[in-house]
């Protein structure tokens, strides 16, 4: 297994749309489970596949304490979503650090296929419905922040981009051996 890299926000790749999976194979099996290595290791209770610049309609979720539970959600689709809306404290592995209301539908029915291609319907409500939402966005090439005002948006890829200088700079100190 492997930990991949997470773009991050405003990252442009962050914005393709992801194509469905039509191969049932080793490799999806060895991309899920990096994924899930990967989200355990960052760590966060969810990740799709663009978010590793992989682009295919591939998410993990795991909501359980014991990180034993994990869910694989491959070509998902919403066949049904309340009319009644929750918000919900969001956060991103892809933008780190930040947390804003995002108003959503608070259950939605979804069908998706597991690793193996089998289809499978599961109804979710409260933070799996917030989490599958979140990451079906990521395949869309939707992040989180585009629900927020421009302004927060804005103020958000400025400090994003600044840390992404700094870190640039500080690795750069590294490999010149004057840090
Ligand atoms: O897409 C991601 O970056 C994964 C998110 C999943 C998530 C987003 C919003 C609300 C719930 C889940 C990350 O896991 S964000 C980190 C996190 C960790 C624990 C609880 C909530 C968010
Ligand atoms: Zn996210």
């Known amino acids: 297994m492997a930990k991949l890299n997470i773009l991050r926000y405003p990252d442009p790749r962050l914005h393709k749309v992801a194509q469905p999976v039509t191969v049932f194979d080793e490799r999806l099996a060895t991309l899920v489970a990096d994924m899930a290595e990967t989200m355990y ?43 009644e809306r929750k918000v919900y404290d969001e956060g991103c592995l ?5 947390y804003d209301d995002v108003e959503r539908p608070s259950k939605v029915k979804v069908r998706a296929q597991d690793v193996k291609g089998e289809f499978f319907e599961i109804d979710c409500d409260e933070l799996l419905a917030v989490c599958i939402q979140h990451e079906m966005d990521h395949l869309m090439g939707k992040v989180f922040v585009e629900y927020l005002s421009p302004l927060k948006r804005n103020r958000i890829k400025t400090k994003l981009l600044k840390e992404e200088r700094g870190m640039e700079r500080e690795k750069q100190l590294r490999a010149n051996g004057r840090r």
Do not use: M
């Not at 892809?94 to 930040?98: A, E, F, L, Q």
């Open 94 to 98: 892809s933008v780190p650090g930040i």
């Open 41 to 83: 290791d960052a760590p966060g209770i969810g990740l799709a596949a663009t978010q590793v610049d992989v682009h295919e309609r591939v998410i993990v979720i795991d909501l359980s304490e014991t990180k034993d539970a994990l869910q694989v959600f491959i070509n998902p689709e919403i066949l049904w979503a309340s009319d």
